[in-house]
């Protein structure tokens, strides 16, 4: 904990794009729990707590705090941690916070989700709801608040315990001074002026934003996306986490980018003929494999920076003879050389292999490779 930066959990490469996740009002970081881990193999998941709440200092806001100063102290989060640029996600608070940063700050959103949220949060009462809620949690405390979670957060018959501890442990001065943002928050005359590709997901039993807040708010950003969770209350991630996901995934290209870049490194390495030639020979029953091997070994490993392509050529090459995949190895051979192995690194290779994989191995080895650069003269 600091007292200048909001707490924060870190997860996925370094070199992959920043998205950042916004938490709800009375929860942690630990709200996405189900569905970072995922969103980690093709993001650098960064993900954050308000102020008071999980790691989060409550000397970081005061009474009388805004939307704005939450997304302030976001954006001092993303400069500490050198992040210019990031895609957005972020739940009921979270996702207002989300909202007024595409609004605001536009240069700094690239792309944008917002679930159980809304552009004004004045429910029945209006303002005076939250501004009630802030003068009893400041005389009162959170307690009172945790005996209601479930009934507020999730469907009948469904809880997380660790989400309403987290509500109980909220500290009351950060917790009331998030309620009076929430009570001046409207966003609703500046939503035509948001750009990022928006993504609005909706939670069907949700009572404390009900869908009709989320229709509110893809129908006035221009171009954006709205998705019904049936089955999800306020807490979509936490009760909903797969179709939660799968919706992330598809907005931010997670799966599909990931199969995109895969395709295009694996064209580099192997060559566009038998890429083609692999494609080709593509059936109903083999797609789903091929599109694995796509998105996994050449969308997520072999774009990995931290090994160089020669690197990983000589790590191919090492394990396919210690397998004895003559027919893979020949492949791999071409490939090399489109990494930029000469033929005598290729043959050191071999040779090294040998050493701990056995002659015989090393032999077989040393006749695909000979026949495969015989055929470069």
Known sequence: MTDTLLDHRAEGPASAPPLLLGPSLGTSSALWDRVAPELSISHRVIRWDLPGHGGSSPDLIGPGATVADLADLVLALADSLGVER??????????????????????????L???????????????????????????????????????????????????????????PGAYAACCDALASYDLRGELSRIGAPTLVVAGREDPATPPAHLREIADAVPGAALVELPGASHLAPAERPEAVLTALRGHFGGAAGGARRGMAVRREVLGDAHVDRAQARQTAFTARFQDFISR???????????????????????????????????????????????????GAVLLQVGVYCGVPAANSAFAVAQRVLSEET
Do not use: K
């Open 113 to 171: 989700a917002v679930l159980c949220s809304s552009a004004h949060f004045d429910g029945a009462n209006g303002a005076q709801g939250w501004i009630e809620r802030a003068a009893r949690v400041r005389a009162e405390g959170v307690e009172w608040l945790a005996g209601t979670a479930d009934a507020r957060w999730f469907t009948p018959g469904f809880t997380v315990p660790e989400l309403v501890e987290d509500q109980r442990r909220a500290d």
């Open 296 to 346: 996994y070994a050449w969308g997520e490993v072999w774009t990995d920076p931290t090994l160089s392509r020669r690197e990983r050529s000589m790590v191919t090459l090492t394990a396919l003879v210690a397998h004895g995949h003559d027919e893979e190895l020949a492949m791999h051979v071409r490939a090399a050389r489109r990494n930029g192995l000469t033929p005598e690194e290729i």
């Open 86 to 111: 990031f895609a957005y996600a972020g739940v009921s608070l979270g996702g207002a916070v989300g909202l007024h940063l595409a609004v605001h700050h536009p240069e700094r959103v690239s792309s």
